[in-house]
């Protein structure tokens, strides 16, 4: 859940990043616009500027070859030839100063338009300076919105970090709980099953005595012949034995032959699959097994 909280709280912010970022991408492409008009204007009023210089110097080069043919027909010649030619000289003379009169004229209209350039082209530079100072605050507004974005985003990684190195912990504990869990079910697995464990045997009196699971014990029934009691040895070996679960195995088949059960569990708990002189014969299935086996582990049963 807290992931899920820090993924929501990294989406948001995000999207607040990018929205910024996208309001200042369009005032700064709208600032860009206007930089454009402006450098196109400001190029178009210098390109003016600079072709009014050109056309002026022309014209004071134009003033000053004027001035030449003016000086030059100001000098008085040693002998005019005749009334014509000197006609002539006064109207050059008056045609220079006519041209040179246009010339002073263009020359001052240039200047005034070259003032006028000047004027315009200050204006444009100051718009420009103001146009960098405010494209500078946006650039920084960015680097400082970047920097918070960078540094919330180290901040979330952080928590993330965190929370991994404790889901990693956590991981370890279920891994060494799920290994004790498993461990616990085979112990108690193992423990079932030897409680559950029941063992038997079937032989002869003189096999079993032989083996060493019955032992005599107690005088003779008669003093001349007979035999003497039978009872189960006191440390029975499990190995000598048939193992089974006594929950599970509730029939045990038994060869052919009469059987009697001389160890301590009690017949009334168990039925015989036939009889035959008061002993068990075909097999033996157990009803109570609970209560069968309480009183030993060990059954013995001896064909007679």
Not at 181 to 194: K, N, S, W, Y
Not at 247 to 266: C, K, M
Request: proline share 3%; with cysteine.
């Amino acid at each position: 859940m807290r992931l899920t909280r820090i993924g929501f709280l990294m989406l948001a912010s995000a999207a607040a990043l990018t929205a910024c970022d996208g309001k200042t991408k369009t005032q700064l492409a709208t600032l860009a616009h206007a930089d454009s008009l402006r450098v196109d204007s400001l190029g178009d009023t210098r390109a003016e500027l600079l072709k009014d210089v050109m056309a002026s110097t022309q014209f004071v080069n134009d003033i000053n070859t004027e001035l030449d043919k003016a000086r030059s027909l100001s000098k008085t010649p040693p002998r005019l030839e005749s009334r014509t030619e000197e006609s002539q000289t006064n109207e050059q003379r008056q045609q220079v100063v006519a041209r040179i009169t246009q010339l002073v004229s263009a020359l001052d209209s240039v200047q005034d338009r070259v003032k006028a350039l000047s004027a315009r082209n200050q204006r444009l530079s100051a718009q420009d300076k103001e146009l960098l100072a405010q494209v500078a605050t946006y650039q920084q507004n960015i680097a400082e919105l970047r920097q918070s974005a960078e540094q919330q985003k180290a901040d979330f990684q952080a928590i993330i970090d965190k929370q991994a190195t404790q889901i990693v912990a956590l991981n370890g504990r279920v891994d060494t709980l799920n290994t004790q869990r498993v461990a616990l079910a085979d112990t108690v697995g193992q423990l079932t099953t030897e409680k559950n464990a029941a063992y038997y045997v079937i032989g002869t009196r003189e096999e079993l005595i032989r083996e060493g699971i019955l032992v005599e014990n107690g005088p003779k029934h008669f003093v001349v012949f007979g035999s003497r009691p039978l009872a189960p040895a006191r440390d029975l070996d499990p190995s000598k034995f048939t193992r089974i679960d006594r929950l599970a195995t509730r029939n045990i088949d038994l060869p052919a032959g009469e059987y009697e059960i001389v160890s301590r569990q009690s017949a009334t708990y168990a039925a015989p699959k036939a009889e035959k002189n008061g002993k068990i014969t075909g097999g033996l299935t157990i009803n109570q097994p609970e209560q069968f086996w309480a009183p030993s582990r060990f059954l013995i049963l001896v064909r007679g």
